[in-house]
């Protein structure tokens, strides 16, 4: 019964910024693993950013974004957001939140949010 409500995407040009949002209907510590995933025309779901529930959170992006894109927690809003800089026109894709439960391992995923970026 865990819904992700995602925000932030949109349009924008090459080289500026846009912060995706996912806010959960439970707490977070609920939550192991928590990341976000991106679908591109014509490509496969491909994992961008992952966080685990350690203290402050291991960490792991795609080769692709590393150095650009930051994931982190924000515990008190049951939030998970992407801090996406230096926008390429290649990271255009519709990105998903998707969080596994502590507790029997359930994935759930969000509705997906358009994200576009013109050169």
């Known amino acids: 019964q865990v819904q992700l409500v995602e925000s932030g995407g949109g349009l924008v040009q090459a080289g500026g910024s846009l912060r995706l949002s996912c806010a959960a209907s439970v707490s977070i510590f609920n939550f192991n693993a928590m990341g976000w995933y991106r679908q591109a025309p014509g490509k496969q779901r491909e994992l961008v950013a992952a966080?685990?529930?350690?203290?402050?959170?291991?960490?792991n992006y795609a080769d692709s974004v590393k150095g650009r894109f930051t994931i982190s927690r924000e515990y008190a809003k049951n939030t998970v957001y992407l801090q996406m800089n230096s926008l390429k026109p290649e990271d255009t894709a519709v990105y998903y939140c998707?969080?596994?439960?502590?507790?029997?391992?359930?994935?759930?995923w969000g509705q997906g949010t358009q994200v576009t970026v013109s050169s």
């Open positions: 998707n969080v596994r439960a502590r507790i029997g391992g359930q994935d759930y």
């Open positions: 966080i685990t529930s350690g203290s402050g959170g291991n960490t």
